[in-house]
């Protein structure tokens, strides 16, 4: 069900947001210290906010790069229930295509 329900999210996130990263809620990130300062304002979204900082690279003409985790085990006892966080997700997926994909579209 879990899998499932990250599909479904990751083909809207495409869909809605035309971004094609496979697992933006991956916890592993790294950055280079120059691009930090995608961390000085606060987030619209508190479950989606990987998708901000995102945007917020490619607003300073940084590149996101995406590595495969090669190993990976489940961990029980997510924080984020696959159907209770379903309204305010898609809510905050509109949110973040408003603010940083204003215009773009045209």
Not at 61 to 86: D, I, R
Request: proline share 3%.
């Amino acid at each position: 069900m879990r899998h499932l329900a990250s599909r479904v999210f990751i083909t809207a996130v495409s869909l809605l947001l035309n971004c094609r990263i496979y697992d933006t809620q991956c916890g592993a990130k790294l950055f280079r210290r120059d691009v930090l300062s995608v961390f000085d304002e606060p987030f619209i979204s508190r479950w989606i906010f990987d998708l901000e900082v995102y945007f917020r690279l490619k607003n300073l003409g940084a590149q996101a790069v995406e590595y495969p985790v090669m190993a990976w085990s489940e961990e029980a006892g997510s924080k984020l229930g696959v159907c209770s966080q379903c309204v305010p997700v898609l809510r905050d997926l509109f949110k973040i295509r408003r603010r940083y994909l204003r215009g773009a579209a045209k």
